[in-house]
């Protein structure tokens, strides 16, 4: 048997015996931490845990807080409701949190002694509070909140809804559903007074406010050109914390400034800026910083084509701190005034959801491919593992081990790839492969988690990922390779990986399967369309008729950047429609499932697919989640998905009846 090129493998062996495989039952034992937030003096770390509850059928959150030691570990929030977005006053006298709980029907801030005892409502307005900022003074709070009804408003109400008014060319959006002209504007609250002051006020939608060091001033974002519809624009602007301050544009880039922290000493805010206006799909933002009095943006990291977020100063104004996707990995970068850049973590890991500490500490989440999502120290150039919430979960399991490699595709281009092997299988034999395709398509496959994988994984099958190009982490030109070209090179990278797996002896040829979610299930289809040698397929909010979705969805303005108009561009979208147009091409038992209410590719991009194939004899099934978004929310109907997946597979993997319609072994 030939060997696999591998590179660097990583496997964290567990401290105890494995006893057996994942399922997905076990999504009830898979909780989220997210959110983690350093207390003023560097004590405690407050986060969000959230906790799926078989018995509600839906997962419960609740604020935590651990020692910055991790010694010592605190559930302080148990209410049915929820909580969300947990912050410490700057003063270190309190930790506040978001909450709808008890008689409260809109989401309030509430405020917890941080030494013990019970929350107090702090704010009682008619409206709900979608985000909040402490001041650095600790005397006011900067609110996000949407035009939205009132209370006695909703109490009003007939039984039967209002008509929807729609007047906007972008109308709807995934989780918010039809958009009409109910925007999101900032207020400041005064914590001893408790009186609320508008700030901003327009058809215009303002978010990620900050404050100036000082407590005088915000910056935030906002895309006040004429039609921000119809653009990818968004600014950076500055005024005084009052009513009827007038307001300052800092930036003028035609395109995205987003993301903003101001600097430590108030001088400087840095900001990420996007690079090329008309790509905002595939587009990789720069790091820039600019004077808090407005001049020439400076691009810190100009060097380095990869995808950066999360900027946040050092303590000492000296330095921007990012995570830098790269090949797989994403790691804490520092980058100096001067553009110089410096790595803080390494590794075969990934790291996000970056924010200071006390001094020069920060803490961040970080996940390898063993390992969900944990709270990570970062202090005196070392990293140090702070939670440990899914340890006794995973001394219970065995996983697929997880291994890197490179395919190269008919073309020529490099693309890294991942094959989780299932446990206790030796390497030489030829297994069953299923390839399993991430969405975005600008995201990436890398060494974090990953549990469909591993559910597949566990029964028996090899499984690869494959960062098909458009994806991140390579760089931009490899991003933007697809636009306005889908289904062609990303369905090249997707074959190259898989006969490459064939070729290393790893993969049965004539055991082929391929699925994915929204840009993986598109891509499913693009690739059953183009080679008949997969036996099963699960397309799952995907869509193949790519005419049909034009006005559906919520991707017109990238619709119309990147083909046109389709009245004006007709061979353009029945290029990309191909799946559809060629479907008596496609002989694998498909699987398409989708959420009822998804307005990101809306269900209709299955049901067409379905019909199709019902009416040709393929073998197919159409499930629908009810009142499910793009992401399924219903930790039942994501346990349901997850077997669905597996009794799929197995059953048109290892059908002897489909042999006669597969081609023959190469």
């Given at each position: 048997?030939?060997?696999?090129?591998?590179?660097?493998?990583?496997?964290?062996?567990?401290?105890?015996?494995?006893?057996?495989?994942?399922?997905?039952?076990?999504?009830?034992?898979?909780?989220?931490?997210?959110?983690?937030?350093?207390?003023?003096?560097?004590?405690?770390?407050?986060?969000?845990?959230?906790?799926?509850?078989?018995?509600?059928?839906?997962?419960?959150?609740?604020?935590?807080?651990?020692?910055?030691?991790?010694?010592?570990?605190?559930?302080?929030?148990?209410?049915?409701?929820?909580?969300?977005?947990?912050?410490?006053?700057?003063?270190?006298?309190?930790?506040?949190?978001?909450?709808?709980?008890?008689?409260?029907?809109?989401?309030?801030?509430?405020?917890?002694?941080?030494?013990?005892?019970?929350?107090?409502?702090?704010?009682?307005?008619?409206?709900?509070?979608?985000?909040?900022?402490?001041?650095?003074?600790?005397?006011?709070?900067?609110?996000?909140?949407?035009?939205?009804?009132?209370?006695?408003?909703?109490?009003?109400?007939?039984?039967?809804?209002?008509?929807?008014?729609?007047?906007?060319?972008?109308?709807?959006?995934?989780?918010?559903?039809?958009?009409?002209?109910?925007?999101?504007?900032?207020?400041?609250?005064?914590?001893?007074?408790?009186?609320?002051?508008?700030?901003?006020?327009?058809?215009?939608?303002?978010?990620?406010?900050?404050?100036?060091?000082?407590?005088?001033?915000?910056?935030?974002?906002?895309?006040?050109?004429?039609?921000?519809?119809?653009?990818?624009?968004?600014?950076?602007?500055?005024?005084?914390?009052?009513?009827?301050?007038?307001?300052?544009?800092?930036?003028?880039?035609?395109?995205?400034?987003?993301?903003?922290?101001?600097?430590?000493?108030?001088?400087?805010?840095?900001?990420?800026?996007?690079?090329?206006?008309?790509?905002?799909?595939?587009?990789?933002?720069?790091?820039?910083?600019?004077?808090?009095?407005?001049?020439?943006?400076?691009?810190?990291?100009?060097?380095?084509?990869?995808?950066?977020?999360?900027?946040?100063?050092?303590?000492?104004?000296?330095?921007?701190?990012?995570?830098?996707?790269?090949?797989?990995?994403?790691?804490?970068?520092?980058?100096?005034?001067?553009?110089?850049?410096?790595?803080?973590?390494?590794?075969?890991?990934?790291?996000?959801?970056?924010?200071?500490?006390?001094?020069?500490?920060?803490?961040?989440?970080?996940?390898?491919?063993?390992?969900?999502?944990?709270?990570?120290?970062?202090?005196?150039?070392?990293?140090?593992?702070?939670?440990?919430?899914?340890?006794?979960?995973?001394?219970?399991?065995?996983?697929?081990?997880?291994?890197?490699?490179?395919?190269?595709?008919?073309?020529?281009?490099?693309?890294?790839?991942?094959?989780?092997?299932?446990?206790?299988?030796?390497?030489?034999?030829?297994?069953?492969?299923?390839?399993?395709?991430?969405?975005?398509?600008?995201?990436?496959?890398?060494?974090?988690?990953?549990?469909?994988?591993?559910?597949?994984?566990?029964?028996?099958?090899?499984?690869?990922?494959?960062?098909?190009?458009?994806?991140?982490?390579?760089?931009?030109?490899?991003?933007?390779?697809?636009?306005?070209?889908?289904?062609?090179?990303?369905?090249?990278?997707?074959?190259?990986?898989?006969?490459?797996?064939?070729?290393?002896?790893?993969?049965?040829?004539?055991?082929?399967?391929?699925?994915?979610?929204?840009?993986?299930?598109?891509?499913?289809?693009?690739?059953?369309?183009?080679?008949?040698?997969?036996?099963?397929?699960?397309?799952?909010?995907?869509?193949?008729?790519?005419?049909?979705?034009?006005?559906?969805?919520?991707?017109?303005?990238?619709?119309?950047?990147?083909?046109?108009?389709?009245?004006?561009?007709?061979?353009?979208?029945?290029?990309?429609?191909?799946?559809?147009?060629?479907?008596?091409?496609?002989?694998?038992?498909?699987?398409?499932?989708?959420?009822?209410?998804?307005?990101?590719?809306?269900?209709?991009?299955?049901?067409q697919m379905y019909q199709a194939l019902k009416t040709l004899g393929v073998p197919t099934q159409f499930i629908v989640y009810p009142e499910q978004n793009h992401g399924l929310a219903v930790p039942s109907y994501q346990k349901d998905r997850y077997t669905r997946y597996l009794d799929w597979f197995n059953k048109y993997m290892?059908?002897?009846?489909?042999?006669?319609?597969?081609?023959?072994?190469?």
């Open positions: 048997m030939k060997k696999l090129y591998l590179l660097p493998f990583l496997f964290m062996a567990l401290t105890s015996v494995a006893q057996r495989a994942i399922t997905p039952s076990d999504i009830y034992k898979i909780r989220s931490i997210s959110d983690p937030q350093v207390s003023p003096d560097g004590k405690w770390v407050a986060y969000v845990l959230s906790t799926p509850d078989s018995v509600k059928d839906k997962s419960d959150t609740d604020i935590w807080m651990i020692s910055w030691d991790g010694k010592e570990s605190v559930k302080l929030t148990a209410s049915k409701e929820g909580e969300s977005k947990p912050r410490w006053t700057p003063d270190g006298k309190y930790l506040t949190f978001l909450s709808s709980r008890y008689e409260t029907k809109k989401s309030q801030i509430w405020r917890m002694y941080r030494r013990g005892g019970e929350a107090e409502k702090l704010t009682d307005l008619k409206y709900s509070i979608s985000d909040y900022v402490w001041s650095p003074d600790s005397k006011k709070i900067m609110l996000t909140i949407k035009d939205q009804e009132s209370k006695e408003e909703e109490e009003k109400k007939d039984k039967t809804a209002k008509p929807i008014m729609i007047d906007r060319y972008h109308f709807k959006a995934d989780g918010d559903g039809y958009l009409e002209r109910k925007r999101n504007h900032l207020y400041v609250f005064d914590v001893e007074t408790k009186k609320l002051d508008t700030l901003t006020i327009g058809d215009f939608e303002e978010a990620n406010p900050i404050w100036s060091p000082d407590s005088k001033k915000i910056a935030f974002v906002s895309n006040r050109t004429a039609d921000p519809d119809r653009n990818g624009n968004s600014d950076l602007w500055v005024m005084d914390a009052r009513k009827g301050a007038p307001l300052k544009q800092l930036t003028t880039w035609e395109d995205s400034d987003n993301n903003p922290a101001w600097s430590p000493d108030g001088k400087w805010i840095a900001y990420l800026k996007s690079q090329t206006p008309g790509y905002d799909m595939y587009d990789q933002p720069q790091v820039a910083v600019i004077p808090t009095d407005g001049g020439t943006p400076k691009i810190l990291n100009a060097t380095s084509d990869r995808d950066v977020a999360a900027p946040r100063w050092s303590a000492d104004s000296k330095s921007v701190m990012v995570t830098v996707e790269d090949d797989r990995r994403s790691h804490v970068t520092s980058f100096d005034l001067d553009g110089k850049m410096k790595a803080i973590t390494s590794g075969d890991r990934v790291f996000n959801s970056l924010q200071p500490g006390a001094g020069d500490a920060w803490v961040t989440l970080s996940s390898d491919p063993m390992t969900p999502s944990e709270i990570y120290v970062i202090e005196n150039g070392t990293t140090r593992r702070l939670t440990h919430i899914h340890d006794e979960f995973l001394k219970s399991l065995k996983l697929a081990t997880v291994e890197a490699f490179d395919s190269k595709s008919k073309d020529g281009t490099r693309v890294g790839n991942f094959l989780f092997w299932p446990a206790g299988k030796p390497k030489d034999q030829k297994l069953p492969l299923i390839m399993w395709i991430h969405g975005g398509p600008t995201a990436q496959d890398d060494f974090s988690f990953d549990l469909i994988p591993q559910l597949l994984a566990a029964q028996g099958y090899a499984v690869a990922t494959v960062n098909y190009r458009g994806s991140n982490g390579r760089g931009m030109a490899f991003s933007k390779a697809i636009s306005g070209d889908w289904g062609n090179k990303e369905v090249m990278d997707i074959l190259g990986a898989t006969d490459h797996l064939i070729k290393t002896g790893l993969a049965d040829a004539n055991k082929l399967g391929i699925g994915g979610w929204s840009y993986g299930g598109i891509l499913t289809d693009y690739v059953t369309a183009s080679d008949p040698r997969f036996r099963a397929a699960a397309s799952g909010a995907g869509s193949a008729m790519q005419l049909s979705m034009y006005g559906t969805d919520q991707y017109t303005l990238q619709y119309e950047t990147e083909l046109g108009v389709p009245w004006k561009n007709m061979d353009k979208w029945m290029k990309v429609s191909y799946p559809f147009m060629n479907v008596e091409k496609i002989k694998a038992p498909t699987l398409y499932m989708v959420g009822e209410e998804d307005f990101n590719v809306p269900a209709a991009g299955s049901e290892h059908s002897d009846k489909l042999n006669e319609k597969l081609p023959p072994k190469k």
